[in-house]
Structures are given as C-alpha cells and as structure tokens.
C-alpha cells in the first residue's frame, strides 16, 4: 500500500466508521465481478455511506486524494458499468445502505426514495398505498433506484409508461467536486433553463452519484388480462402490436415476441413450462392490457373483441387469452425464462439493440440471415420488446463451441458485424443495458463524432479530473482506434 492510499484510507475509515468503510477480501468479493460474470476488477475498498452528507464528503476526500470512485447500487447492470478495473486505485462506492423510502404521497403520485431502494420493495410499498411503480425487469430483486435511474433501466412496460427517464420526476446527486445538487421537488412545469437532472439520467455514474430520486407512481391495476398469439412471421407480429395499440388504446401495457426457436429453448429448460398454444408458430407474442379500474365493459370483453378482430383481420393463427393470473403468470414466467434458456444452450454473443420501431421487422428479417451466412454454423434469434424497437438479438455459437475460444476466435467479430447492421439502420447499439465498459470501444467506433464531443465536454466540465466511474461510458481522451 503506498503511502498516499494509506493516508486516504485512515481518513476514509474515520469519515465513516467501520460499518461504512471495509477492506476485507471477502466482503468485497462478491461486488467486484458483475453479474454476467464477464468483469472481474479491483478496488482499494468498499465504502458503504449512510447519508448524503457522507457521500459528499466522501467525494471530497477522493476528490483531494485523486482516488477514483466507482458507484454500485444492486450490482445488476448488463455492460459491467459497475465494476472497477483490476488497478486496484479506485474505491467502490456502494449506494445500498441508503435504502430509505424517504416519503410516498400518494395524492401527488409520488415517492421519494434514496438510492439504494430496491426496486420490489419500491413496489411492495407503493402497492401498499393503492398504487404502483410502472417499470419492472427481470433483476427487480436487486436493482436499485440509482442504479435504475444510472442506466436509464428500461423493461416491459416501457410501451405504456416509457422508460425511467419519464419517471423521474425530482433527483438529488453528489457532484464530482462533492457539491450535492438537489432537486427532489417536483414542478409540472418549470422553464429555468436546462433540466440538469437529465444529466444524471443514464450517464452511469459518470457525471455524478445520485443519492435520491422522486419517483412517479400510477394506479394500481385493477384488472389485467394477458393473452399468448401465435404469428407466422415478424410482420405480422408488427400488424398485430398496431392493430391492439388501435384497439386497445393506453390499455395496452406490454407486447413482447419471441420466434418458435426461443419457446422452445424454454420449454427444454424450465421443467413447469407449457406451450401456451397447441400448434407452433414461427413467431409468438405476449400480450397485457390492462385497466386502472374496474369499467363497465369489462376489460376481458374487450381483449375477447380486440383478438377477434385480429382472427377476422387475418392477423393471427391462433390465440388465447389467460383464464386465471396463474395461467397469465406462467405466460409472463416464459418471456421471463428465454435470457437465461438461451444461455443455457451454449455460448452466445448478446446485444441490445433498437432501431426505429417501424423498422424492426425488417431489420430482422434482413440481420438474421446475413449473421448466419456470414458467421456459419451460428443461429440468430431477436426477441423483446417489439414496440420499443428494442430486441435482445443473440447470436448462439455452433454446437460444441467452447466459450472463451468461440468468444476470442468469432465473438468479436459478430458484434461488431451486428452494431455495424445496427448503425447502417440509424439505430443504438445499447437501448437499454447501457454502454458501461462492455461497449465503450463500440461507441467510440460507431458514435456520432459530434455526439461524442458533446459528452467529453460535458464530462470535462463537471469532472476534469476523472474520477467518477473512470474507464466506463466515455473518456476525455478519444482511445486509440482498434483493428
Ligand atoms: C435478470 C435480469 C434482467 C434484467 N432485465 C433488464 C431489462 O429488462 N431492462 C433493463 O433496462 N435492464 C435490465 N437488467 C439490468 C439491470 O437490472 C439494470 O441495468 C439496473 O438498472 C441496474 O441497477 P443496479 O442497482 O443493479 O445498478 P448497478 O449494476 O450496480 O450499476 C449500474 C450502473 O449504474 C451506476 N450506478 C449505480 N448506482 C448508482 C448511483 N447511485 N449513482 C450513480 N451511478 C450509479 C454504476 O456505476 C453502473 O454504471 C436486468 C438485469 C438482470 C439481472
């Protein structure tokens, strides 16, 4: 230990006491790799603050020492945005012990929480006062609201009630410089210039580290219906997300697809699935509409009358609608399974991808047999959230790929093949996992130079020296191009 980390770990300890500030190997194992498995980094330490107070203090102390601050809430995130490098300089900043629900209101809709809320206590509690936090994903045990907020987290209600950036409606954050920026209070409207919580708003801990957000609520759902269609080709699947959005209106809360290949993956990997419809189908989709109270047409007719239509419209083979919230949670548990079914088969290479919404069923139709041709042996399959444009395209090695070699030898290659298709279709190549260290070389190679610039500015204005979440994201220096 040289004698400058020593003197900052000293001040470190007594700025937070022994609950706060741990050094021990085991303690930190379990934070230093993310939950992919694919980083493993280092860290001088695993600072736990209580407050914002101590944040901001504690970034101070960073601050004068020159030691890098890499924040973590859950550890959840898909681009291993919340993991150190293996240098071993930069503390982990964990946001869980601020786990306060500071206030719900349920006249405005509105709940104040710190960071280090979960996101399923979030939601037990905002059930419990008659309302709900409208975004879900499948790490809701473990993400939490900074991390959520860092990431700009997404999930399968975006359709109805957009992403977390449109539910954050008031953000508190420490600054690089330890200055806390404070902004809990919400204004419907408020033209005082920019809206600097964006800033904080998917930029990964880079800019800043966001100790509390107030957070938008909705009703309850008073009833919901879920309903399983089978499609014979992603176009149609296409016709039949606008005929319910048609049809449906603000009660169409989720419309997720998967192709036959996926249910099947499923089917072969978790014991208690069951086909939901008799006969396969080259594409399925998932279907929930829902109602915030209980109307005179009941919402069930109305899903019976909205499928009907699409049976006489010819826009779906076949269908059927959950006859009790098991069947309609077994339904959901499928989507929910084909991430880790998939997996399950073999190595594979994963992207989160969006392009224009409409576009997306050509893009597939166009993406999966060129990776294919161009990569053989591979499959390509694209499944998720269609009326976001957002699907998580994977493509699966050959059978009896061994991983790391597939990866070095092949992965790579695809990737960039992908993002490249991608960026031909004006589209991202992160929609909702972030770019974190996963995909910070991509960006460099595929973003829009002028873009890029705009967020070195932003990241040299705000935090010169970079020190918040170094090597993540975007970096000062443009890194060397790579063949
Ligand atoms: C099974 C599973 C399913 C998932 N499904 C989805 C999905 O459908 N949609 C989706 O969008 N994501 C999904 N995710 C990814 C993940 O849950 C989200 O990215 C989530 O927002 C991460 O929250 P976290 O608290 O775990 O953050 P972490 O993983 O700890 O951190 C993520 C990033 O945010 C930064 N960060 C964390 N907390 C703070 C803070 N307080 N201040 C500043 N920066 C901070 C970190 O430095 C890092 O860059 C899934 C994850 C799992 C495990």
Same mark, same amino acid.
Request: with cysteine.
């Given at each position: 230990?040289?004698?400058?980390?020593?003197?900052?770990?000293?001040?470190?300890?007594?700025l937070?006491?022994?609950?706060?500030?741990t050094?021990d190997?085991?303690?930190?194992?379990?934070?230093l790799? &993310?939950?992919?498995?694919?980083?493993?980094?280092?860290?001088l330490?695993?600072?736990?603050?209580a407050?914002?107070?101590?944040?901001a203090?504690?970034?101070?102390?960073?601050?004068?020492?020159?030691? %890098?601050?890499?924040?973590?809430?859950?550890?959840? %995130?898909?681009?291993?945005?919340?993991?150190?490098?293996?240098?071993g300089?930069?503390?982990?900043?964990?946001?869980?012990?601020?786990n306060?629900?500071?206030?719900?209101d349920?006249?405005?809709?509105?709940?104040?929480?710190?960071a280090?809320?979960?996101?399923q206590?979030?939601?037990?509690?905002?059930?419990?006062q008659?309302? $709900?936090?409208?975004?879900?994903l499948?790490?809701?045990?473990?993400a939490?609201?900074?991390? +959520?907020v860092?990431? =700009?987290?997404?999930?399968?209600?975006?359709?109805?009630?957009?992403?977390? $950036?449109?539910?954050?409606?008031?953000l508190?954050?420490?600054?690089? &410089?330890?200055?806390?920026?404070?902004?809990?209070?919400?204004l419907?409207?408020? =033209?005082?210039?920019?809206?600097?919580?964006q800033?904080?708003?998917?930029s990964?801990g880079t +800019?800043?580290?966001v100790? /509390?957000?107030?957070? $938008? +609520?909705?009703?309850?759902?008073?009833?919901?219906?879920?309903?399983?269609? %089978?499609?014979?080709?992603?176009?149609?699947?296409?016709?039949?997300? !606008?005929?319910?959005?048609?049809?449906?209106?603000?009660?169409?809360?989720?419309f997720?697809?998967?192709?036959?290949?996926?249910?099947?993956?499923?089917?072969g990997?978790?014991?208690?699935?069951?086909?939901?419809l /008799?006969?396969?189908?080259?594409?399925?989709?998932?279907?929930?509409v829902?109602a915030d109270?209980v109307?005179?047409?009941?919402?069930?007719? $109305?899903a019976?009358?909205?499928i009907?239509a699409?049976?006489?419209?010819g826009?779906v083979?076949?269908?059927?609608l959950?006859?009790s919230?098991?069947?309609?949670?077994?339904m959901?548990l499928?989507?929910?399974?084909?991430?880790?079914?998939?997996?399950?088969?073999g190595?594979?290479?994963?992207?989160d991808?969006?392009?224009?919404?409409?576009?997306?069923?050509?893009?597939?139709?166009?993406?999966?047999?060129? *990776?294919?041709?161009?990569?053989?042996?591979?499959?390509?399959v694209g499944?998720?959230?269609?009326?976001?444009? =957002?699907i998580?395209?994977?493509? *699966?090695?050959?059978?009896?790929a061994?991983?790391?070699?597939?990866?070095?030898?092949?992965?790579?290659?695809?990737?960039?093949?992908?993002?490249?298709?991608?960026?031909?279709?004006?589209g991202?190549?992160s929609?909702?996992?972030?770019?974190?260290? !996963?995909?910070?070389?991509?960006?460099e190679?595929?973003g829009?130079?002028?873009a890029?610039?705009?967020?070195?500015?932003?990241?040299? /204005?705000?935090d010169?020296?970079? +020190?918040? =979440?170094?090597?993540?994201?975007?970096?000062?220096?443009p890194?060397? /191009?790579?063949?």
């Open positions: 230990m040289t004698a400058p980390f020593s003197a900052f770990l000293d001040e470190a300890a007594a937070l006491g022994p609950r706060g500030l050094r190997a085991d303690l930190l194992a379990p934070w790799t &993310d939950w992919r498995g694919r980083f493993t980094g280092a860290a330490a695993l600072a736990s603050p407050s914002t107070a101590e944040v203090a504690l970034v101070r102390l960073c601050r004068a020492h020159g030691v %890098g601050i890499v924040p973590q809430g859950g550890n959840s %995130g898909m681009s291993g945005g919340a993991t150190p490098d293996g240098s300089t930069a503390i982990l900043l964990s946001l869980r012990r601020m306060a629900i500071r206030a719900i349920p006249a405005a809709r509105q709940a104040t929480c710190e280090g809320v979960v996101l206590v979030l939601h037990e509690a905002a059930e419990a008659g309302l $709900r936090f409208p975004l879900t499948g790490g809701k045990g473990s939490t609201v900074g991390g +959520l860092s990431t =700009n987290a997404g999930g399968t209600q975006v359709l109805r009630h957009g992403s977390m $950036r449109a539910l954050v409606m008031g508190e954050a420490v600054l690089p &410089d330890g200055t806390v920026y404070s902004a809990l209070t919400p419907k409207k408020d =033209n005082r210039g920019f809206d600097l919580k800033l904080f708003i998917g990964e +800019l800043g580290i100790t /509390a957000a107030t957070l $938008r +609520l909705v009703p309850q759902v008073a009833e919901r219906v879920v309903i399983w269609a %089978g499609v014979p080709s992603i176009t149609a699947a296409r016709a039949l997300l !606008l005929h319910c959005e048609a049809a449906a209106g603000d009660a169409l809360e989720g997720e697809v998967l192709p036959q290949s996926c249910l099947e993956a499923v089917l990997h978790v014991p208690t699935a069951r086909a939901p /008799a006969d396969p189908h080259a594409w399925h989709a998932l279907i929930e829902v109270a109307g005179a047409a009941s919402l069930r007719e $109305r019976e009358a909205m009907a699409a049976f006489e419209a826009l083979a076949d269908a059927t959950a006859a919230e098991a069947q309609a949670e077994a959901w499928i989507r929910e399974s084909v991430a880790p079914a998939e997996r399950a088969k190595p594979a290479m994963q992207h991808i969006s392009v224009p919404v409409e576009r997306m069923p050509a893009f597939l139709d166009m993406a999966v047999p060129t *990776i294919e041709a161009e990569f053989p042996g591979t499959h390509a499944f998720g959230h269609l009326g976001d444009g =957002n998580h395209f994977h493509v *699966i090695a050959p059978p009896g061994v991983r790391a070699e597939w990866e070095a030898r092949e992965g790579k290659a695809i990737s960039r093949r992908v993002h490249d298709l991608v960026s031909e279709w004006h991202s190549i929609a909702e996992h972030g770019i974190g260290q !996963l995909k910070r070389d991509e960006l190679r595929l829009d130079p002028a890029l610039a705009l967020m070195r500015a932003v990241k040299a /204005a705000l010169p020296g970079e +020190l918040l =979440n170094p090597g993540k994201l975007v970096a000062l220096a890194s060397p /191009a790579k063949p």
